[in-house]
C-alpha cells in the first residue's frame, strides 16, 4: 500500500462552470435508478406470489396428510382386536 506522505486523493469539488457529472449522465444515473426501483417492485411481488403458493402447497399436503390418518385409523386399527372364543369340547 502507499505512504501517507506519498498517497495524494485528489479533491473533487464541482461548481456550476465546472461539473463534476456532466447533466447527459446524471440524467442517465436518473433512468438507471428508475428501472431499478421498477425491478425491485417486480420482484417484491413475485416474492410475495412464491410465499402465498408455498403456503397454498404446504397446507394441501398437510391436509392429504391428516386425511389419509384418520381415513384409516392408523392410530387405533389394533385397539379392537378381540381374541376369539374358545371353544370347550365336552
Known sequence: MGD????FKP????????PVLKQAE???????????RE????????????RITGCA???GVVSVYLYSIFAVKQETFLDDF?????VVQQ
Not at 501517507?4 to 498517497?7: D, V, W
Not at 425491478?39 to 406470489?49: E, G, H, S, T
Open 39 to 50: 425491478r425491485v417492485l417486480r420482484l417484491q411481488q413475485i416474492a410475495k406470489r412464491n
Open 4 to 7: 501517507s506522505s506519498t498517497s
Open 57 to 59: 402447497i404446504g397446507a
Open 26 to 36: 446524471i440524467s442517465y444515473m436518473k433512468l438507471i435508478e428508475e428501472k431499478n
Open 11 to 18: 479533491k473533487i469539488s464541482g461548481t456550476a462552470q465546472d
Open 82 to 86: 378381540n381374541e376369539p372364543v374358545k
